[in-house]
């Protein structure tokens, strides 16, 4: 048993440092950077070209990087889009997911694609010409704006600003500037490792396999070690903001601070995956894979609801588990319904919620809960189409 679970926190450190933080850490450095660089100037295009459209937010969600609704979120909060619009990207979000149904049926994922236009193209232009609608979700953002702005917050900047200005400017530069920098260092290293040790097994000049110690891959080892890294550096973070506070976007001075501010936001994220992958594999290997698999194969009205309520676990791991799931059980007793993994898909808002809990909480919290129930009848159409079918 101490040997399950030391393989599963293993494999969830590769999970979360190379299989999803390493890309993620970019994707959410690049995007960040254009937002800050780029993002008055983006905003004023999506205004003067009117492109706050469902359509357009959705389709760009539809690209498989989380990045995508990242900056929907920030437009959003800056109020260059409507809650319609936002909407449209979040059923539109696939995330890691669809990376593996892009591998085993890119039919399937065409058809989930247009599944998602169709929803949120319908349902995203209704909410924007409901004014009823949009008075509650200005009032969403407004508030989602304030939240930050607590007693701890305001004590913890009293705090900062108390102290000499040469410890003052000597602390800032540390924690956002030194450290910010490092991190992405360290994850821009991980990224060029990962894709060098996959591609070196893809032309199959070297199996990574081989490279063990105590029965573990010498990556898993590496991947713990990096884990162990971002645990102190979340420490820091942590303890520094307990007493000193943080910045806020409308107080960056220049791009370190920017980037900064992005990898405290990665770091946190990085620790949630692989908590939640570790939790998710445990669980399931404590249940049995066969009696999953039986679970599923009772009804497929309870793996639609399955599928639909994945959707709300932040993070991947649970998403990613149900997808490889439904294709494992495909032309088995136990096989899942199409409905059932559509339903997880239009659902689903991943490591993405993570962030939108910090950012968006009450705005997301609706639109999710609407995707939800979006989701749940769209299953049901499909299998009812499905059955009719076949």
């Known amino acids: 048993m101490i040997d399950k679970i030391f393989t599963i926190a293993f494999a969830s450190a590769y999970t979360a440092i190379f299989e999803i933080g390493s890309v993620m850490a970019l994707l959410m450095l690049l995007f960040g950077i254009l937002d800050y660089k780029k993002g008055d100037a983006l905003r004023r295009l999506i205004e003067r070209r009117r492109l706050d459209r469902p359509f357009l937010m959705t389709v760009l969600a539809l690209i498989p990087v989380d990045g995508t609704l990242l900056f929907q ?9 409507r809650s319609g619009s936002l909407l449209g990207g979040i059923i539109g979000i696939g995330e890691e997911a669809t990376y593996i149904i892009l591998s085993i049926q890119p039919l399937a994922w065409l058809a989930l694609a247009g599944i998602k236009l169709l929803l949120a193209v319908g349902l995203g232009n209704l909410l924007n010409h409901l004014p009823g609608w949009q008075k509650k979700a200005d009032a969403w953002l407004e508030a ?16 900062f600003h108390a102290l000499p200005d ?55 080892w590496l991947s713990m070690l990096a884990l162990f890294i971002i645990v102190m550096y979340w420490l820091v973070v942590h303890m520094t903001t307990r007493e000193f506070g943080k910045i806020f976007e409308y107080e960056f001075e220049d791009t370190g601070d920017a980037v900064g501010d992005l990898a405290e936001t990665c770091a946190s994220i990085i620790l949630l ?14 249940i049995g894979p066969e009696h999953v698999a039986a679970f599923f194969s009772q009804s497929a009205l309870l793996a639609i609801l399955a599928g ?4 709300l676990i932040p993070g991947t791991g649970a998403s990613l588990v149900f997808t490889t799931l439904y294709f494992n059980l495909a032309g088995t007793t136990g096989a899942m319904p199409f409905a059932a993994l559509a339903a997880c898909s239009i659902a689903l808002i991943g490591d993405t919620q ?10 997301q919290r609706a639109l999710h809960l609407i995707a939800f129930g979006l989701a749940i009848l769209a299953g049901l159409a499909i299998w009812a189409i499905e059955r009719l079918l076949f």
């Open 308 to 311: 639909a309520l994945i959707g």
């Open 273 to 286: 995956i692989f908590v939640l992958s570790f939790l998710v594999q445990a669980v399931l290997a404590l």
């Open 73 to 81: 979120y920030g437009i959003y909060r800056r109020k260059s889009i």
């Open 166 to 220: 040469r410890f003052r400017h000597k602390l800032h530069h540390f924690r956002y500037h030194t450290l910010g920098r490092a991190f992405w260092f360290f994850f821009g290293g991980a990224f060029v490792l990962q894709m060098l040790v996959l591609a070196l097994d893809h032309m199959a000049w070297f199996d990574s396999s081989r490279l063990q110690a105590l029965g573990i891959p010498f990556v898993s």
């Open 144 to 159: 989602d704006l304030a939240a930050g702005m607590n007693q701890a917050v305001v004590e913890a900047d009293e705090n």
């Open 354 to 363: 993570l962030i939108g809990r910090r950012q968006l909480r009450l705005t």
